[in-house]
């Protein structure tokens, strides 16, 4: 069985984090965004999938995996089905779950990341909310943005077992996600996380780790990895970077 | 071993999902909120375990679980966690993620929900982002609010078991919180809610099962379960109906 990623073209967004777990598994899948339309691909491969009549669990929205004939969405919740597959999470009940809230931590994360550029809701241009983002994102950089980093550097801290990683000994799919939500960052907000992050030395350290294993590295050299861009969840706009 | 439930006295809010699952299932539990502080419960009882720094698997917010020695935090994990413990999942792994799925974007829904009378963030009061919430909620009641409910409506109206609720032949933990949206949605958009719903007699037929079931009757008509109120995340600011 190959694993099939149902996402929009053109950008990371939250496909991305599903992207770098399948990577470093080096498991084969199709990336149906990378496949061109007349082969099958794209955005019409998916919208059929959305509106397929015939689907009894059908996905809400993008990403969503093909695993056999089921479909998998929620980013987390892909997460949490390869985790186990793909030898990315710890084995034990407990372990299991702590990985998963954490990501759904990170997912509560990205939203207020997307949404200090997107107060009003997707529906809007980002040009058609300027001064409300200016005021969303002067409250995330000053509040969300170190209270949320300052809390995934205190698990880093507080992982008894030692890992470079979150949870146990071995990196587990969260920390490619966090490693992935700083690059994000720095992209979108160079200054404001350039300074909060110089309070967190596990979580630039467990950044520079993730991004120098081999699978990964080999990924973000090669023609599938996508560069950050301002359609993307993460959009640097300086006028929102203090 | 007794449940011990962590969230913000004097409302509802994303620690009802969990209240109804705990009394749906009849298990005795220690709602924290509702214990005097002298008796050490309340507000500090809660911040006392967010600032325990010898705690390695720290939850990042309320809602949060005590099970034994544990603590399990995001609304949507705990659920997952306590969905086959009391007998409120399906005991399959494919069903369990389809209705932790399901669970996934009803707290999706939620954010939104609760965005449309705080786009710029739970850091500003109402009050200074009355304008911004007049937009949003706009956009929310004509395109959110009818997306999401046919999305449920739909995922009813599929379910092959024909069971009452939306996976299975038996009512799971995810009908109970879409029960609890529902009587949100009434109380927050009177006006909106009816309107949409009038196209969704599932969800509709749903709502009324669930409030009937004698455990539920039973809870909603105790001094534990509070009333809606314009703290909470359902708020009813008329300007916001339309």
């Not at 372990?95 to 994360?109: E, N, S, Y």
């Given at each position: 069985m190959v694993y099939e990623l149902y996402y929009w073209p053109g950008i990371q967004g939250?496909?991305?984090?599903?992207?770098?777990?399948?990577?470093?598994?080096?498991?084969?899948?199709?990336?149906?965004?990378?496949?061109?339309?007349?082969?099958?691909?794209?955005?019409?491969?998916?919208?059929?999938?959305?509106?397929?009549?015939?689907?009894?669990?059908?996905?809400?929205?993008?990403?969503?995996?093909?695993?056999?004939?089921?479909?998998?969405?929620?980013?987390?919740?892909?997460?949490?089905?390869?985790?186990?597959?793909?030898?990315?999470?710890?084995?034990?009940?407990?372990?299991?779950?702590?990985?998963?809230?954490?990501?759904?931590?990170?997912?509560?994360?990205?939203?207020?990341?997307?949404?200090?550029?997107?107060?009003?809701?997707?529906?809007?241009?980002?040009?058609?909310?300027?001064?409300?983002?200016?005021?969303?994102?002067?409250?995330?950089?000053?509040?969300?943005l170190p209270k949320f980093l300052g809390y995934f550097e205190r698990v880093l801290q507080r992982n008894s077992a030692g890992g470079p990683g979150m949870v146990g000994a071995r990196i587990s799919y969260v920390d490619l996600s966090m490693a992935q939500v700083i690059a994000g960052l720095r992209y979108a907000f160079p200054l404001a996380s350039r300074r909060e992050l110089r309070k967190c030395p596990r979580l630039r350290a467990l950044h520079d780790l993730v991004f120098a294993r081999p699978r990964i590295k080999r990924y973000v050299a090669s023609s599938r990895r996508l560069a950050f861009n301002n359609d993307d969840l993460f959009r640097h706009y300086p006028e929102l970077d203090g």
């Open positions: 939250r496909g991305e984090f599903v992207r770098l777990a399948l990577e470093e598994a080096a498991v084969p899948y199709v990336d149906i965004a990378l496949v061109p339309e007349d082969k099958g691909g794209g955005v019409p491969a998916m919208e059929k999938v959305l509106a397929d009549a015939a689907l009894e669990r059908p996905p809400f929205a993008p990403p969503f995996l093909k695993a056999g004939r089921r479909y998998i969405a929620q980013t987390a919740n892909i997460l949490l089905f390869l985790g186990n597959r793909l030898n990315l999470a710890p084995r034990d009940e407990a372990g299991r779950l702590w990985v998963h809230q954490l990501q759904l931590t990170i997912t509560d994360f990205l939203v207020e990341i997307h949404d200090a550029h997107h107060p009003l809701g997707a529906n809007f241009y980002y040009e058609e909310q300027k001064p409300e983002s200016k005021r969303r994102s002067k409250d995330f950089r000053e509040h969300r």
